[in-house]
């Protein structure tokens, strides 16, 4: 009826369960949500996954944080707004005064939007003076941006979505892109399909992708690098490279060449696995193909060499020419919906946003234009460092927003005591978390949902997302409550709405000096590089790779062998990765009632040959033991692992038994990314369950 017709309201927002990027309508009365349209997204057009068409009742779950929360001994009370900022914004005056800047760390989060995330940065440097700020790319993506980095200038996708679909060949690995990243999955698919691509996977899991490959491979846990490199020797020794491509385009061959020589194939079977004979084929393969695009993930970054590994994708581009035309290129496919944002707006220990070393003279002279503070030079201490500082007594007080560090971080034991020895800890996020439990004070945060913004797809892909619904009662938007601290602590911050924080960002950023609100009207989108006349770069390096001779270099990466492999204690290979059906450690997806029944709790995959060696049957409990932690899970046993390997998900209902209970503190050799899928455990039945 038209009176009803009044009330229902259509608004468009951005996917918040990962970096796909898909856009759609959301039609509510109030706050309920009758449904999702998608229609005009430029990554999804009329699709979506379960989690973005179903996964949204949790705004409305009556485990909503709706009042802030004042540690009070053993307990939390219940506090005003005015009184938990108050004493958040006294505490860090005091503790700066008492023990310096430094003694403050600060965690923005990847679902938070650009504008929030660059707040926060802002905050640590300006308000605070610490470089003491990271965001979750630490433990995810930021080994393929620094491999990026090295070789080709920019640490983000080569292209879109779309041009990953005109690749004549599209090679994933370590990468479960059916679950994780599942329109985008679905869009390789149709290609394939359609006769246009072929897909290789490379993964040590047979996941759904892999089941539709035309060629899967397995190789041994932590070898990519070997593989790859061994498939460049072979390229480069027999003629079949790019030779103009390289004389034109690219420095550094002489000193690559040398940096591969002992990568026999001989020896790449016997490191990774895979038969000599294979390799050569897929060398071949690969220097004939019309395009390749190289799709990665966890599987390579959350290792010791993750950077290393990422650089060895990047230099096989290189040398085959296949960088800078439709369907080639490097696509590192980012987990949380603004990862990449995250990693733009500046959340880093070392740069401010858009990639800007704080100590290069003339990002240190726009600053100061801009701010009124002049920026440290020095690094500061990235997520993974925190919890030993904290130990040590020189981290005091740490803010997280959005992010569920007791679950997602590696060795997550090892956190609970650096949480315990911090002074004053400020947890941000819609509900009670398990990192909230260590909390001095606990802020309630606005959903996506409820605010606007922007957000960055895996693609550079800037979109709005508009205001479906009213905060919930007694939230607020993450850039409000840290506008509000900073004005407590004497900022001149003027904001009204994140607009305005979207134009400060376009001053301090060569990426975003064309990026306006304007622009990004309803479904208008832009991928960064954007120029001043708005014009934006969906496809990179077509004309020149981002060195100043424009061109890329070759990078001499180093193979780092597993730091964990198994001894007779620890016999087994553990691998985590996500559920379709959920994101992340799980906090939000659990609190939709239909996803929550169909998935309801993590679980252990057991080869079906580790099974009737164990006599093991599934649904059984059993108990996984590291030297780090023990949790106990039901085993499921299936296919898709073989051997002595293990996956566990890491959306877990229960901390007790998160994976990362397991996991050790070993990292990527560069960016200090927990090397999470490098751990071994042994497997014990329980009976008694
Ligand atoms: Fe959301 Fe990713 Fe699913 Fe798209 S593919 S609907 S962005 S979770």
Redesign the pocket.
Same mark, same amino acid.
């Given at each position: 009826s038209a009176a009803r017709d009044r009330y229902i309201k259509k608004t468009k927002t951005v996917?918040t369960?990962? *970096?796909? *990027?898909?856009s759609f309508d959301v039609w509510t009365d109030e706050r309920h949500i009758l449904k999702v349209e998608p229609g005009l997204g430029h990554?999804?057009g009329i699709s979506?996954?379960v =989690? *973005? =068409?179903f996964g949204w009742d949790y705004v409305n779950s009556g485990e909503r944080l709706t009042t802030p929360l004042i540690r009070d001994g053993d307990r939390f009370r219940e506090a005003s707004w005015e009184e938990a900022l108050d004493l958040i914004a006294w505490r860090f005056g005091e503790i700066k005064a008492q023990h310096g800047p430094d003694a403050l760390a600060f965690v923005a989060s990847s679902k938070s939007t650009n504008e929030e995330v660059f707040l926060v940065q802002k905050f640590a440097r300006q308000v605070i003076g610490t470089n003491n700020v990271d965001n979750c790319s630490r433990y995810c993506q930021s080994p393929a941006t620094k491999g990026l980095s090295l070789t080709v200038g920019i640490g983000g996708d080569s292209g879109t979505i779309r041009d990953i679909e005109q690749a004549s060949l599209v090679i994933t690995i370590g990468s479960n892109t059916a679950e994780s990243?599942?329109?985008?999955a679905t869009r390789v698919k149709r290609a394939q399909k359609l006769g246009r691509t072929k897909v290789i996977v490379f993964d040590l899991r047979e996941h759904e992708m892999a089941t539709r490959a035309d060629q899967f491979i397995r190789p041994k846990p932590g070898t990519d690098f070997v593989w790859i490199s061994a498939v460049n020797k072979f390229i480069l020794d027999n003629g079949l490279e790019d030779a103009a491509f390289l004389r034109d385009r690219v420095n550094g061959l002489d000193t690559y060449r040398e940096s591969i020589s002992t990568y026999t194939l001989d020896y790449a079977e016997r490191e990774t696995g895979i038969p000599a004979a294979t390799l050569e084929a897929l060398a071949r393969q690969i220097a004939a193909e019309e395009g390749v695009c190289v799709l990665w993930a966890m599987g390579v970054t959350q290792q010791c060499g993750g950077s290393d590994t990422s650089a060895a994708i990047s230099n096989m581009l290189l040398i085959t020419g296949n960088y800078g035309r439709t369907g080639t290129g490097a696509y590192p496919l980012r987990g949380h919906?603004n990862v990449q944002g995250a990693g733009d707006m500046g959340a880093m220990p070392d740069q401010v946003s858009g990639y800007q070393k704080v100590g290069d003279p003339m990002v240190v002279e726009k600053h100061q234009r801009e701010w009124g503070i002049t920026l440290r030079p020095e690094r500061g201490l990235d997520n993974t460092q925190l919890m030993d500082a904290a130990l040590e007594g020189t981290l005091k007080s740490l803010w997280i927003t959005g992010e569920e560090m007791s679950l997602t971080d590696a060795n997550a034991n090892h956190l609970a005591e650096g949480f315990e020895a911090l002074e004053f800890l400020v947890v941000q996020d819609l509900y009670f978390t398990n990192t909230a439990r260590y909390a001095d004070v606990v802020l309630p945060a606005a959903a996506s949902l409820e605010k606007e913004g922007t957000f960055t797809s895996t693609e550079r892909r800037i979109q709005r997302l508009y205001r479906v619904m009213e905060p919930l009662r007694g939230t607020k938007a993450d850039w409000e409550i840290t506008l509000a601290v900073a004005q407590r602590m004497g900022a001149d911050w003027t904001y009204s709405h994140p607009s305005e924080i979207m134009a400060e960002i376009a001053r301090l950023t060569p990426y975003f000096t064309g990026v306006t609100y304007d622009r990004l009207e309803g479904y208008q989108t832009l991928c960064w590089p954007v120029a001043e006349d708005g014009t934006d770069t969906p496809l990179l390096y077509t004309e020149r790779f981002n060195f100043p001779d424009g061109k890329a270099v070759l990078y001499p990466a180093a193979y780092k062998p597993r730091q964990d492999p198994p001894t007779a204690e620890f016999d087994l290979h553990l691998n985590s990765g996500r559920m379709l059906e959920h994101f992340h450690e799980g906090n939000m997806t659990f609190q939709v009632h239909g996803i929550a029944e169909k998935a309801p709790d993590a679980f252990v995959e057991v080869s079906p040959e580790l099974a009737a060696e164990r006599n093991l049957q599934s649904g059984q409990w059993v108990r996984l033991v590291s030297p780090h932690g023990a949790i106990r899970l039901q085993a499921l046993v299936t296919g898709r692992v073989s051997g002595n390997e293990l996956y566990v998900p890491l959306n877990v209902r229960k901390a007790e038994n998160a994976v990362n209970r397991l996991t050790g503190s070993q990292g990527d050799s560069q960016t200090n990314t927990p090397a999470y899928k490098d751990t071994s455990v042994r497997m014990e039945l329980l009976h008694d369950v």
């Open positions: 996917c369960y990962c *970096g796909v *990027g898909c990554a999804n979506t996954c =989690k *973005g =068409k990243h599942p329109v985008l919906n």
